[in-house]
């Protein structure tokens, strides 16, 4: 067996899996080191406005250890809100022969990176795209100074293991080569979303009292500009017609009280959902929306596919190449475009539940083959090599 380190910053639902299954890998021997410390655990979620602390275990079935953070101002929104004094020791008392690093961009996971480059092969794990595009002389100029830094700091990178088509061509940009690149899929629970929790669904719709006939549209998520969650209620309120559809906004933030006021005909709230209750408020609805201004890749599209429904996205959310095939289980609208929004909705709406349904279950089958089990198949494969 070969001794594997994950560096990364704090326990997420979406890697909790991974680490499950590596840890029951014949292969590998795994340690996870987190270095926001122990209290990034249960942390307050500025994009919620709440402290939030996941509701499904994450910490269970692997071998992990809390770094000392010894910055002011603790977390990931910031270069220097992680800085570990003892990470480069614990981890060289560990051994491992390869390091995987999620993400570079905070003070000691690039002092790792830059310390044990040409010492332990260094693997990296990130989401990043080349989609938001910035215009302008100045923002040319910050362009090419960001191509020469990230060429720098991707030159201390042995692989990368890309989540999707728009990460492999940012990967690429900043000058990592095709040889380098490990195709290793971004996934949710697929199992644990696509579980029947119909009754509860149905009770939600109750809930809201929603006929279980009538079409419900879905946007799930932080409540901020970036998400702009404006958009699709603007164009929400502006169809024609509501009759027997409604919108359901799940989530909460800084722009709720705006929302909320501005909300017409058949829209409902709800409050920020935990993960267990997640699957229960995909499956009561009939099409999902995202609509970021900006989204590196938008797991919340695997968890709504994982659950049959199709998706209507923006063109600036990183897995809508990958995951959304046109007419099949969805579509692309050009984001920030109201007029263009209200087109594919209006489009998807007509379809009703039951070309809606259709849509969803391509959704299901697109879906399976972005699975926590590939992903861990790559690194497998990698550790293999070592030998």
């Known amino acids: 067996m070969k001794n594997l380190a994950i560096i990364t910053s704090h326990p997420i639902q979406y890697y909790a899996p991974v680490f499950q299954l590596l840890a029951k890998s014949r292969e590998i021997n795994l340690k996870v080191f987190y270095t926001w410390g122990e209290n990034s655990i249960k942390k307050h979620d500025p994009g919620f406005e709440q402290v939030i602390e996941w509701d499904i275990p994450i910490l269970d079935g692997y071998n992990y250890e809390f770094l000392i953070n010894t910055a002011k101002d603790q977390g990931t929104h910031h270069f220097k809100g992680i800085i570990n004094p003892y990470a480069i020791q614990k981890i060289e008392q560990y051994k491992p022969d390869a390091i995987l690093i ?203 596919m994982a659950c049959g429904k199709p998706i209507l996205v923006s063109d600036q959310v990183g897995c809508a190449i990958d995951l959304v095939q046109n007419e099949v289980n969805g579509t692309i609208f050009k984001s920030d475009s109201p007029t263009d929004l209200a087109k594919k909705l209006i489009h998807l709406i007509k379809k009703e539940r039951q070309g809606l349904k259709l849509m969803g279950k391509a959704s299901f089958n697109i879906i399976q083959k972005w699975t926590f089990e590939n992903q861990v198949k790559e690194i497998e494969k990698e550790i293999i090599k070592l030998k």
């Open 102 to 304: 999620y993400g570079w961009s905070l003070h000691s996971h690039l002092k790792i990176i830059r310390y044990f480059t040409r010492k332990v092969p260094i693997w990296f794990r990130g989401d990043s795209t080349l989609l938001k595009v910035h215009k302008g002389l100045k923002s040319k100029a910050k362009s090419i100074i960001k191509k020469i830094f990230l060429n720098w700091v991707y030159k201390h990178i042995d692989k990368a293991f890309y989540v999707g088509s728009n990460n492999k061509a940012y990967f690429k940009h900043y000058g990592l080569k095709e040889d380098q690149l490990i195709f290793s899929p971004h996934a949710t629970d697929n199992n644990r979303f696509s579980q029947d929790r119909s009754a509860e669904a149905l009770a939600l719709r109750t809930k809201l009292n929603i006929p279980a006939e009538d079409v419900i549209i879905l946007l799930a998520g932080k409540l901020e500009d970036v998400k702009n969650p404006k958009l699709l209620l603007n164009a929400w309120n502006n169809l024609p017609e509501k009759v027997n559809q409604h919108l359901v906004i799940a989530g909460n933030g800084m722009l709720e009280p705006i929302l909320k006021a501005s909300a017409g005909l058949n829209v409902h709230f709800l409050n920020f959902q935990n993960q267990s209750q997640m699957p229960v408020l995909y499956q009561a609805c009939d099409l999902f929306c995202l609509t970021s201004l900006s989204e590196t890749w938008g797991l919340v599209v695997n968890e709504a």
